[in-house]
């Protein structure tokens, strides 16, 4: 059969043009193999927010001082397929930036991970529209707030800040949405305020439509929004992976600290190699102020995460069933007063 | 004599004059719609007209537009090309075997409402966030079109072609191949037609995994990039033209004797 025939040679040659094409142009199968052949490296997930800014930052300092890869930097466009790829697929992912009370909440539901280094400190804020008269907490009775998700810190600190004026979430309406739709939907007042991790927070600053209500660091001071969690098999099998992957992101967090030439130059790399994004904006939400978000001590502290926990059963989103010695290992983090910085420059 | 598959009216000159004028008339009203809307607005969200050509220039300039045109092609043409070869053969062995059809139609029909998005977590869980999930949730979205199609099509055809091949003698496996197969070829391709749509339909679904290259991902991309919705309409766009390419690609095989027969009875 002629029509039979001639779909199955085009198909066939099609399959094979595209597939070579996809394979030259987005996999480098035809790149010349640098270095000492591939060696094994582990995937560690991420999302394009400043809360896991250490992640690429690890990475890239990592890459262009020893000249390989340490880990492979996985991105990801949202929570879910995260955490979904975490929590089934350990071997290729044994570790991810992770919400704090999601990375407890699943410890609760069994879940084998613990949390072993926090990512960033502070960094988030709650915005408003400019023309809105939303002046402090108490005006918020009545409005919707828009939140990362229901296991996000910044539903936490919504909680705490209401509670301090005498609320409740019955108050305010609280929904979920993703941060990169949140200043849109502000900038149009779908919602009455937002509130995730930066950069997306500053974007609606620097657009001009959102004014900040309060700073994270301003109402919770050391506010930590995501945390490094790994595989407890991780733990186990591949504990000098980890170990190397944890003294990276903390000599890199003191590194962005160090100087403003340094957050600089972080926005820059990052936002062209990493998160895709402005680096005018990155920037941005580095440097005004600039301890907007800080990346110093990330060592897991207990009161820190005993107050997460007493919040979040209050807030009705964790059951307060495991200890803190349970989700999380701190044999790992480096005491962040003896932690030296990367030493690291940018070279123009 | 050969039969068009087009009524006499829209037949010669006057055909091929409205088939480019009426098309450009609507774009044009569209296009003019959309800039009035926008600059109506006042607002600086929704990118206009233009500003999406920029952003489609954009994308060429950073050497991103034919990479990402190719992965989502990719993509697409192995996720559509293993539902056919799937889709087809269970269809027609739905569709002739009474059997078969008891035994799985239900399964099949259970399957066929179920968006792509909600395989997303299954699709992670057995293959990861390479290329193979979203090939996984493309070939899922067409199978179950093209099956159920073949097989409707298979069960509709004219009983005077079976009782004829009959009557001369086919049975068995000739009977299939030289009758029932070449009658209901029409309607596979018709069936292809829709199910590639729909596979190319799902493409933003299925580059929400952790793929990196696609146009999809440009449009998730875009959304984290921060006030990149130019690029959100590009990529829309860009997924728009090409569907419309990939479907009068599809119509050509129409042109094949073995399936215009099929329109000539209309």
């Known amino acids: 059969m002629k029509l039979i025939r001639t779909l199955a040679i085009v198909l066939t040659l099609w399959l094979t043009a595209i597939t070579l094409l996809h394979g030259g142009l987005n996999l480098d199968w035809f790149a010349k193999k640098s270095g000492t052949g591939k060696e094994q490296t582990f995937g560690v997930g991420f999302l394009p927010v400043t809360c896991h800014l250490t992640c690429p930052v690890t990475h890239f300092i990592n890459k262009n001082m020893e000249g390989r890869e340490m880990f492979e930097p996985m991105r990801f466009s949202g929570w879910p397929e995260l955490a979904e790829m975490f929590l089934t697929r350990p071997k290729e992912m044994p570790a991810t930036f992770l919400l704090a009370p999601m990375a407890i909440s699943l410890r609760e539901k069994g879940e084998r991970i613990k949390i072993v280094h926090l990512g960033h400190r502070d960094g988030s804020a709650v915005m408003v529209h400019k023309d809105s008269g939303i002046f402090q907490t108490r005006d918020l009775r009545g409005k919707t707030i828009a939140v990362p998700g229901r296991f996000s810190n910044q539903r936490l600190i919504i909680y705490r800040e209401l509670k301090k004026a005498g609320l409740t979430f019955d108050d305010v309406r609280i929904i979920d949405m993703p941060p990169p739709d949140m200043p849109a939907a502000l900038s149009v007042r779908a919602v009455d305020a937002i509130t995730s991790g930066e950069p997306f927070m500053g974007q609606s600053e620097l657009d001009g439509y959102g004014r900040v209500l309060w700073q994270a660091k301003d109402v919770w001071p050391g506010f930590i929004s995501c945390v490094l969690a790994v595989n407890e098999d991780a733990i186990r099998d591949q504990r000098a992976d980890i170990q190397k992957l944890v003294n990276g992101i903390a000599a890199s967090g003191k590194w962005i600290d160090q100087s403003m030439e340094h957050r600089r130059d972080a926005a820059k790399f990052v936002s062209k190699n990493y998160y895709n994004q402005n680096s005018r904006l990155l920037e941005f939400a580095l440097s005004k102020p600039p301890d907007r978000v800080t990346y110093s001590r990330l060592a897991p502290l207990k009161a820190d995460f005993e107050e997460i926990v007493q919040l979040g059963k209050e807030a009705g989103m964790l059951q307060g069933t495991v200890k803190f010695e349970d989700y999380v290992d701190d044999t790992f983090a480096p005491d962040p007063a003896t932690v030296k910085p990367q030493a690291f420059e940018v070279k123009e | ?266």
């Open chain 2, 1 to 266: 004599m050969s039969v068009r598959p087009y009524s006499p009216v829209m037949q010669g000159r006057n055909f091929s004059i409205a088939s480019v004028l009426l098309p450009l008339g609507v774009a044009v009203l569209f296009l003019a719609a959309w800039h009035l809307a926008v600059k109506g607005s006042g607002r600086d969200i929704m990118p206009a007209p233009w500003q999406v050509v920029l952003g489609i220039g954009e994308l060429q300039r950073n050497g991103l537009l034919v990479p990402y045109v190719t992965a989502s092609l990719f993509r697409v043409s192995w996720g559509f090309i293993i539902a056919v070869l799937v889709g087809v053969p269970f269809g027609l062995l739905l569709g002739w075997f009474r059997p078969a059809f008891m035994a799985f139609n239900p399964f099949v029909q259970a399957l066929r409402p179920i968006s792509p998005i909600a395989w997303i977590p299954l699709a992670i869980l057995w293959f990861g966030v390479k290329d193979i999930a979203p090939i996984f949730l493309i070939f899922l979205a067409s199978v179950f079109p093209i099956t159920v199609s073949v097989m409707a099509a298979v069960q509709n055809i004219q009983s005077v072609y079976v009782r004829a091949a009959r009557n001369f003698g086919l049975s068995g496996l000739s009977l299939f191949r030289r009758v029932v197969f070449p009658a209901v070829l029409p309607q596979i391709i018709t069936a292809l037609r829709i199910a590639l749509g729909i596979a190319w339909l799902v493409l933003v679904a299925a580059e929400m995994l952790a793929v990196t290259s696609g146009l999809g991902y440009l449009i998730h991309d875009a959304r984290n990039a921060g006030k990149r919705y130019d690029l959100v309409v590009s990529g829309m766009v860009l997924i728009g033209a090409i569907g419309l390419i990939l479907d009068l690609l599809v119509r050509r095989l129409e042109k094949f004797d073995e399936v215009r027969w099929g329109y000539g009875q209309r």
